[in-house]
């Protein structure tokens, strides 16, 4: 290996229909979102706090051709930090 070349990523997710390795989303069924907000002096309001838990199956989807990619979904979930 040439010292300009950088070692490839053996686990990196590549969407398989058009090459995509940057972007991607999820998509969750039934879920429960719970927002604390706190009041401000001049009436506004402001997030505390947001958290949420899906009850549903949760998707995943490339960012860039929108297919399916549910099946690397586990992997994706590991490599979340």
């Given at each position: 290996?040439?010292?300009?070349?950088?070692?490839?990523?053996?686990?990196?997710?590549?969407?398989?229909?058009?090459?995509?390795?940057?972007?991607f989303f999820?998509?969750?069924?039934?879920?429960?979102t719970t927002?604390?907000?706190?009041?401000?002096?001049?009436?506004?309001?402001?997030?505390?706090?947001?958290?949420?838990?899906?009850?549903?199956?949760?998707?995943?989807?490339?960012?860039?051709?929108?297919?399916?990619?549910?099946?690397?979904?586990?992997?994706?979930?590991?490599?979340?930090?």
């Amino acid at each position: 290996m040439s010292r300009h070349q950088h070692p490839q990523v053996v686990n990196l997710l590549k969407c398989p229909y058009c090459g995509n390795e940057t972007s991607f989303f999820e998509i969750s069924d039934d879920v429960i979102t719970t927002t604390h907000y706190v009041q401000n002096q001049d009436g506004s309001f402001t997030i505390e706090n947001r958290s949420s838990q899906s009850l549903g199956d949760v998707k995943l989807f490339c960012g860039n051709c929108e297919e399916d990619l549910s099946s690397f979904h586990q992997r994706f979930s590991e490599m979340i930090f």
